[in-house]
């Protein structure tokens, strides 16, 4: 049963989806308008079971973990060409919510986007061309303890606790963190 419901918010969400592009191109507002469709985390557990649809592939962890599983989501952008490359192309350059704020900026061409903000604006990334190097990315939950990681490239370094030790991945060698290679890497785990 409780799988029958996911399955069916999905639908509603592909619904919804349908009605909304409907409507731009109905109302001829397809060429100024750009929809994202992404989520703030990944699969959860609550009344689902996160294995049944393997919702998050190879990664390991789920909603309110720092795990790739529960915090790398996809992210899909249509829009009008100048601003959105071909259709079905695909970037696997990393990218996260802070991203956002300086993206719409930049697309709204509505203010000035300040310098000091955490994410980066990923219009040159829509586009098809190469995003200035992403600072290093960081996040931080409280819900149950206290958990950060923090990703610079291919490294990603997860803390469970305020006392405990860094754990650190090789997201290119291994996606699903199942290997931790702090003891290795002394001077990037400092870092």
């Known amino acids: 049963r409780e799988q029958k419901q996911y399955a069916a918010m999905i639908s509603r969400v592909d619904d919804a989806v349908g ?3 409907d409507t731009l191109y109905r109302l001829r507002m397809k060429e100024n308008t750009v929809v994202i469709l992404t989520s703030d985390n990944g ?5 689902v079971d996160p294995e049944f649809f393997d919702s998050n592939g190879p990664f390991n962890g789920i909603k309110g973990t720092l795990a790739e599983g529960g915090i790398r989501v996809p992210m899909i952008v249509w829009g009008p060409s100048g601003i959105v490359r071909a259709a079905g192309s695909v970037s696997h350059e990393p990218w ?3 991203d956002l704020m300086p993206t719409i900026g930049e697309l709204a ?8 903000l955490d994410g980066v604006s990923q219009i040159p990334m829509w ?6 190097p992403h600072r290093p990315m960081y996040w ?4 149950g303890g206290f958990t950060q990681a923090v990703r610079d490239g291919d490294w990603k370094a997860i803390r469970t606790g305020p006392h405990e030790p860094i754990k650190l991945y090789n997201l290119a060698d291994d996606p699903g963190e199942k290997d931790n290679v702090a003891g290795s890497y002394p001077d990037i785990v400092k870092d």
């Open 109 to 116: 061409s509505a203010w000035n986007v300040p310098r000091n």
């Open 96 to 98: 996260y919510a802070p």
């Open 140 to 143: 931080e939950l409280h819900e």
């Open 43 to 47: 699969p959860h557990k609550d009344g």
């Open 19 to 21: 009605e909304i592009m």
């Open 127 to 132: 586009g098809g061309s190469t995003v200035e």
